[in-house]
């Protein structure tokens, strides 16, 4: 099988999303690896954000916050058809659902 190439693919000119579905079709783990990236970027830095601030920080009420975002971004990404699977989207939703679970179950 032949190397595509990103001009074999589709015209960049469409859009990001172009450049979007020629990674994820030649790397399939790229848009998970995307959405944990997001996660823990927002994760830490609003947790660090916090300490910065207050002094102390709350890691489980920044983990959940992060959790809605990247599953916000996720359903997004369905508006593209064939840039995300129905397996990614659905642990994104079931962490956003763990995290608010473990936000109501803690004990700060």
Known sequence: MAYQTINEFGNTSEGIQVLFLYVASIVPIFIPLLLFSFFIIMALGSYFA??????????????????????IIAIFMTLQPGLIDTFTLSVTIIVAILTTFWLFVSKE
């Open 50 to 71: 916090q300490i910065r601030l207050r002094g102390r920080g709350n890691f489980v009420a920044s983990a959940a916050v992060a959790s809605y975002i990247t599953a």
